[in-house]
């Protein structure tokens, strides 16, 4: 994987020399956050903004205002090279599921987007399908910019069946009893062991579910951001009103289908062969005459 030379040439390092050490590296630390979550930071300032200016006798709708900035954000991402294209690809494939989720969610009566739109499919407009976008490229630059390791990794199999039973759960849990509980428990177990290793100045390690707990945290914020401008609405809430802290779960749970799906793209950064190495040889008889 590339270094993240780049920033930490143009801003770490000067922030090193002008802070005192613990300082700029909180600072670093919260700008590399900011810098991977570009994409989603611009798309949230036009929901405020829109909402803001927007008038209803304007020749364009809101909606497809913010799918045409999105477009433009994403290509200008590639253009400059601030998204590889191995990233677009994650990205895409995350655009895809979720907006199949956002059609079933919406047909099936959880939220509704109270607005018209010309670029709309089944009652979805087609720009709501890049805020899960946004997601996947905050997962896919985190890990580049602050070169993250995720060891050791469990069998990448069973991610693939968490990630998989996590998003089948979101729509048979309309029909079925709702498996959220089992499969909170089920993050725990399975990536308990697993650490977020990563570099600001000096190296830390995080596990990875307390790592997808902090994220879930500020992606409720972001939601908020939707709600309070009325862009889109829940079931049983009023416009403008803020998402119930519920919501957080749904999106620790749906973080996991992210990096699951990131992962199908980017495996460098997994440990899975360091696991299994380390495993052999702690089960691996000792040699006779070593020391």
Known sequence: MQQPQSFDTTVGHPLRAKLPAPLAEVATFALKHLWAGLFGGLLLFAVICTNAIWADHWPIERYDALFAFAVLIQAAMLLFKFETWQEAKVIALFHFTGTAMEIFKVNAGSWAYPEDAFFMV???????????????????????????????????????????????????????????????????????????????????????????????????????????????????????EMASIGKMGSWYLLLYVAFVTVTLVVREPLNIKGSRATSERSAAPPRQGSD
Request: proline share 6%; hydrophobic share 55%.
């Open 122 to 240: 089944m009652n979805v407009p087609l720009f709501s399908g890049f805020m899960y976008a946004s997601v996947g490229s905050y997962i896919a630059r985190v890990i580049r910019i602050f070169d993250m390791r995720f060891t050791p990794y469990p069998p990448f199999r069973v991610t693939a069946v968490l990630a998989v039973a996590i998003y089948v759960n979101f729509f048979s849990h309309h029909y079925l009893p709702d498996l959220r509980l089992a499969l909170f428990a089920a993050t725990v177990i399975v990536f308990w062991r697993t650490r977020v290793v990563f570099k600001v100045e000096r190296q830390y390690a995080l596990p990875l579910p307390l790592a997808a707990l902090c994220t879930s945290f500020f992606l409720w914020i972001a939601e908020n951001v939707g709600t309070l401008t009325g862009t889109w609405v829940y079931a049983g809430s009023c416009a403008f």
